[in-house]
């Protein structure tokens, strides 16, 4: 079973926890002219850094770096792509599209939130913070040789904020405008009681050309290779099969400081696969490169081929710091069948986790509670005076339990089939008014009560058998319907669904970016996170409580209530995690000791390279 992805959409795949300052700076005032952005204002690196700490500022550029995705944003899928645009809702992007767009600023890795000068040098922010002014470098040019101008980074935004993925539109609803007073000068105005992470998003979105969109429609799905500014640049690609991205060898933001050490493969090659199995022996054959193993079963059983056996492949088990983030099946609460909280209690119940951990994914893994699980932002035991503030407020909207210790998922006798267990299951179905007749559940409008779950790769199969079976032990008619990823994405993005897995997880200051996993709006908002379809005033205004947090610790007391009350709703049956990276790649490459904490992934290939004497070693044994 794969834990999906490690990263997600920028600011939600890092961590929560926050990082001690090795020398921290100041926290900006309003008005100054600052070299970085951080929601609460304070950064590791100063106005003179040369580099990040955790890159090797002398590793050599060269070489190919291949892989399978494993990470996805907006309209990209992990299986295929058939568009080069990956900001709209249209087709499937494809993966690393980022790599050929320059921000304004990049993040600092072993920061929970900073973000230093790219394309910007600098910005100065008004005294009561809702305008950023952003200075632009007179050296950023777009690969044709054009130069980056503000011009083209108020298109940016405006464009996104009206014909990007919905996602976008979300996350961007507090910008209210942005404008270029000139070509080296960006001005963004931001909306007041403004969520607190939008100015970072903004600073993080790609760039794109002017120009170049004056003469095409920006919110269709294209093959065309777009004008970026970035370190790579589209090379070779079949269309659902692969693409390389080639290195910018000249490209002008090579020496600034947040770049230094990183971007060193003269080609990022990713490949696609349908099946996880078939993905695995191209892996064997050398097709690609790296690979981070998200599935326990082959972690534990097939990494015996003679290339591992003989060194040539290595393999290593990195620590992940970062919360361990949500992973489960999200139940569709948009459908009447699932409206009532003892029925969607009672598919948690039936779910026995510990005989699918030991069996199925050799012990590797530990039970998920929570989408803040193994991070400070985790709800433990009574709420906290300081939550009881927070929570107060909807006493009788919500709950009882929300005051209590929070929920927690059953730990079953570990036989497959707990009785005990599915005793208690059966008992809520009854509570419910789900009766069993002629045996079979039954809903109290007198139809049956089916469940589909949704999936887009068999692989998956393994892990839905035990729980379908355990559901018709308790009258539940389930089956598992799987389908192709094109076929996926656009029912989960129509919320065409009873049941289906996802993963993501919060960043290290959760703020607008949970609007889209969490909120009425976007529970209401094709192609959003919020399968669930979980729409709950509690939970509505807890968000803007975490969004308007004006410090660490109000963040943190904020996102426990907040935690309380989701879990509370039953809103998925939580599944598993782990709390280490195990990854596999032939041995032609060299990394840093240590991933940051807070980077996507281990790292790759932002911060890897091509080791010339390993990979000389590794010509001569062919």
């Not at 939130?113 to 910005?123: C, E, F, P, R």
């Not at 970035?230 to 991205?245: A, C, D, L, Q, S």
């Not at 908002?525 to 509690?538: E, F």
């Not at 209530?561 to 989701?566: I, M, S």
Request: glycine share 6%; aromatic share 12%.
């Amino acid at each position: 079973m794969a834990l999906f992805s490690r990263r997600h959409v920028l600011g939600l795949g890092i961590g929560a926890l926050s990082a001690p300052l090795l020398h921290p700076a100041r926290a900006v005032d309003a008005g100054a002219n600052v070299h970085g952005l951080s929601v609460f204002g304070d950064l590791k690196y100063p106005p003179d850094f040369q580099h990040f700490d955790y890159v090797n500022v002398s590793a050599p550029k060269g070489g190919t770096f291949s892989l399978i995705p494993s990470v996805r944003a907006y309209n990209q899928s992990y299986q295929t792509f058939n568009s080069l645009n990956a900001y709209i809702l249209k087709g499937d992007g494809a993966q690393g599209m980022d790599m050929t767009f320059a921000p304004l600023m990049a993040r600092a890795n072993d920061e929970p939130d900073a973000m230093y000068g790219l394309v910007a040098k600098s910005v100065q922010i008004s005294a009561d913070k809702l305008t950023y002014r952003f200075a632009l470098r007179p050296e950023a040019r777009f690969h044709d040789g054009s130069k980056l101008t503000g011009h083209d980074a108020a298109f940016s935004l405006t464009t996104l904020k009206t014909k990007g993925h919905p996602l976008i539109l979300t996350q961007l609803r507090d910008m209210v405008k942005a404008e270029a007073p000139d070509e080296a000068t960006l001005v963004v105005t931001f909306a007041e009681k403004r969520a607190r992470d939008v100015p970072l998003y903004v600073a993080g979105l790609p760039i794109f050309s002017k120009s170049y969109y004056a003469t095409r429609p920006f919110d269709e799905s294209t093959l065309d290779i777009p004008l970026g500014s970035g370190p790579y640049k589209v090379g070779k690609f079949e269309v659902n099969r692969y693409i390389e991205f080639e290195r910018v060898k000249d490209w002008w933001g090579a020496e600034l400081p947040v770049s230094r050490g990183s971007y060193n493969f003269d080609v990022v090659r990713y490949e696609f696969y349908r099946d996880r199995d078939v993905a695995f022996e191209g892996f064997t054959a050398k097709s690609y490169l790296f690979r981070e193993e998200f599935t326990a079963r082959i972690w534990a059983t097939r990494y015996d081929f003679p290339a591992v056996k003989d060194g040539r492949v290595k393999r290593e088990t990195l620590p992940d710091e970062t919360p361990s983030g949500a992973q489960g099946w999200f139940i569709n609460t948009r459908r009447d069948k699932f409206r009532d909280p003892r029925v969607r209690e009672a598919l948690i119940q039936a779910f026995d986790f510990e005989w699918t951990n030991k069996t199925i994914m050799y012990g590797a893994y530990a039970r998920t509670h929570s989408p803040f699980q193994n991070s400070d932002m985790m709800a433990e035991g009574p709420p906290s005076p300081e939550e009881l503030k927070l929570l107060e407020p909807f006493r009788g909207q919500v709950p009882d339990e929300v005051f209590a210790a929070p929920f927690v998922p059953p730990v079953s006798d570990g036989s497959g089939q707990d009785r005990t267990l599915l005793r208690k299951a059966s008992q809520l179905l009854q509570e419910a008014g789900l009766v069993i007749k002629d045996g079979k559940r039954v809903l109290p409008n007198g139809e049956p009560f089916r469940i589909e779950f949704l999936a887009d790769e068999p692989s998956l199969q393994p892990h839905h058998a035990p729980y379908i079976k355990n559901l018709g032990t308790v009258g539940i008619d389930a089956t598992l319907r799987i389908v192709d990823p094109v076929q996926y994405r656009a029912r989960v993005e129509d919320f065409d669904f009873d049941m289906t897995i996802e993963r993501f997880s919060m960043s290290a200051t959760p703020g607008d970016t949970m609007r889209p996993f969490f909120s009425s709006q976007a529970a209401a908002t094709k192609g959003s996170y919020n399968l669930a379809g979980i729409a709950n005033p509690a939970i509505d205004a807890l968000l803007e409580k975490i969004i308007g947090a004006n410090s660490r610790t109000e963040l943190t007391i904020a996102c426990r209530a907040f935690d309380r009350v989701f879990r509370a709703g039953r809103y998925w049956v939580p599944q598993w995690y782990r709390t280490s990276h195990p990854i596999a790649y032939w041995d032609v490459f060299a990394h840093p000791a240590k991933p940051p904490r807070y980077a996507q992934g281990v790292g790759a290939p932002e911060n890897w390279w091509t080791d010339p004497d390993k990979a000389a070693r590794a010509e001569q044994a062919k």
